[in-house]
């Protein structure tokens, strides 16, 4: 069984899918606690879920693109059975997980999007960096959650000492909502000559910044 905090069909407001129709299945629990969360929703509650019952309604949804998400999807063991069994019915399956927990028993079909903590998060100290040698430059996308300048320089370090511009499919740098100025980000990234991309919440431009579901 699997704890879930909910199930639901939107578009893809992140990474280089973003504006595709997709699944989400977003699962309870997480043992990080980063400053700027967006999703401290999923730290309690959620129900408990079968695998089948969760592939049940996945393909009523009718989205071959399925994103598993939290909290943090990989805090729970049997999330890797269930990754494995989208794989197995052949689903596009995207994993965005926050580099605590290791991705070295992911069903290697699934895409990472690895969410590596700056220090504005309070969470940097947990990454684990073992996850970056596991990348994959034909799938795997690095998100780096930016809240000021510091964790802009920050990136810049991990994606030059972890050639992460070569072992990635792409490197997406997600501005905190409502906390930093983008045209400044967009000024930063412009004059930077790194191969990185501007990421915006979609979803939230579209729907808000709160509803949930979406
Ligand atoms: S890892 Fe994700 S869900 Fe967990 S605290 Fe950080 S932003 Fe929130």
């Known amino acids: 069984m699997l704890r ?4 639901f069909r939107s578009i893809q407001g992140e990474s280089t899918h973003a ?19 967006d999703s401290e929703y999923t730290f309690t509650g959620g129900e408990h879920y079968s695998i089948d019952s969760i592939m049940a309604q996945v393909n009523a949804f009718g ?18 059975t269930l990754i494995k069994r989208l794989c197995d019915e052949s689903f596009e399956v995207l994993v965005e997980t926050g580099n605590y927990v290791s991705t070295a028993s992911l069903d290697p079909r699934a895409k990472v999007i690895l969410d590596v903590k700056c220090p504005a998060s309070a969470e940097e100290p947990r990454n684990d960096w073992s996850n970056l040698e ?6 795997d996308e690095v998100k780096f959650v930016i809240a000021d300048e510091a964790d802009w320089e920050y990136a810049k370090k991990v ?17 905190v909502w409502g906390q930093v100025n983008l045209e400044q980000v967009a000024n930063w990234i412009a ?24």
């Not at 879930?4 to 199930?7: D, K, L, P, R």
Request: hydrophobic share 35%; aromatic share 6%; charged share 25%.
């Open 191 to 214: 004059g930077s000559g790194l191969n990185v991309r501007m990421q915006l919440q979609l979803h939230k431009y579209i729907w808000g910044p709160e509803v949930r579901g979406v």
């Open 19 to 37: 504006g595709r129709p997709c699944t989400f299945v977003r699962l309870t629990g997480c043992p990080m606690r980063c400053v700027w969360c």
């Open 63 to 80: 989205c071959r693109l399925v994103e598993v998400t939290g909290g943090e999807p990989l805090a729970q063991k049997e999330a890797f």
């Open 4 to 7: 879930v905090t909910e199930i």
């Open 159 to 175: 994606i030059k000492e972890h050639d992460l511009e070569t072992r990635t499919n792409a490197i997406l740098i997600s501005p």
């Open 134 to 139: 596991r990348l994959r430059a034909d799938k």
